[in-house]
């Protein structure tokens, strides 16, 4: 059984940074793809940021040059550096293990609680 757990969430000024946190059980991180999802009620579930089980990132246009989605593999962590937040930024942050599917990485069914992350104006 897969379990995630995020941690990092809270309030922040407009232009500050934060540091997201994924740690979890059942799946060994190193060996899997992952990535960051958010979502704001009412809204879509948004892609925020992957990273591939060779480690290459990639990211949703609307954190590019912000964010940065990196792994510690031995440890079973993944994380999120998210530099000069905005307002738009504010939503509920998941991790998940992502699957390949004719090249494209998508959500699996394992997502955590999430963390909620407000971005003040």
């Known amino acids: 059984q897969v379990q995630l757990v995020e941690s990092g969430g809270g309030l922040v000024q407009a232009g500050g940074s934060r540091r997201l946190s994924c740690t979890g059980s059942?799946?060994?991180?190193?060996?899997?793809?992952m990535a960051w999802y958010r979502q704001t009620p009412g809204k879509q579930r948004e892609l925020v940021a992957t990273?591939?089980?060779?480690?290459?990132?990639n990211y949703g246009d609307s954190v590019k040059g912000r964010f940065t989605i990196s792994r510690d593999g031995a440890q079973n962590w993944l994380y999120l550096q998210m530099n000069n937040l905005e307002p738009e930024d504010t939503a509920t942050y998941y991790c998940?293990?992502?699957?390949?599917?004719?090249?494209?990485?998508?959500?699996?069914?394992?997502w955590g609680q999430g963390t909620r992350v407000s971005v003040s104006s």
């Open positions: 990273i591939t089980k060779d480690n290459l990132p």
């Open positions: 059942g799946v060994a991180f190193s060996g899997v793809h």
């Open positions: 998940n293990v992502v699957i390949k599917r004719s090249g494209t990485l998508i959500p699996s069914k394992y």
